[in-house]
């Protein structure tokens, strides 16, 4: 009979290959039953310690969390922008959706504020919606005012997310003739005061 084609002896061949892989499983089968009784040990040591440390460990985690959702929050803000700028509805829908359910947990943020925000910026293009009694201002016109009363300290990323917000809303302006509103933009401060006798 064929050597080759025998079933493989626990004990291994004479060249030691099976060997080697049977001494290999044992090794790590010890190595993770002294894995699994370390993070037991942790874990009893962890309990024995009592709720103060947990109480620390708790705020600690908190904050954490705090700070890792504000994150996420610029990023998915940042991913708006990026997917409303190259058309990818479907990117910015499930991109909103994801920013809507991190806001919950934020308490520095209203809810409200970032889904007025992101109402804005999907209506970008449609220059015929109003979402302020001044008619002149366009959708990504007002989402710029929501964004600044949004930010609480003056940052690159926002600075990024203003920058290409206000890139789309001159792009939008211009792809529909209105030229006069894109040149708004050179004035940071027009579309947040009435402009007397302008079309």
Sequence with gaps: EDASSAAPSPRGCADGRDADATEERVAETERNDEEQFDCQERFECQVQLGAPEEEEDAGLVAEAEAVAAGWMLDFLCLSLCRAFRDGRSEDFRQTRDSAEAII??????????????????AAGKNLDAQFENDERITPLKSALMIWGSIEKEHDKLH??????????????????GNFKEAEIFGDPNSYLQPHDGEN
Excluded: D, P
Aim: with cysteine; proline share 0%.
């Design 104 to 121: 919950h947990g934020l308490s520095s943020l209203t809810a409200y504020q970032l889904r007025t925000f992101l109402t804005r910026i």
């Design 159 to 176: 600075e990024e997310i203003q920058n290409l917000i206000e890139v789309q809303a001159i792009a939008v302006c211009m792809e529909n």
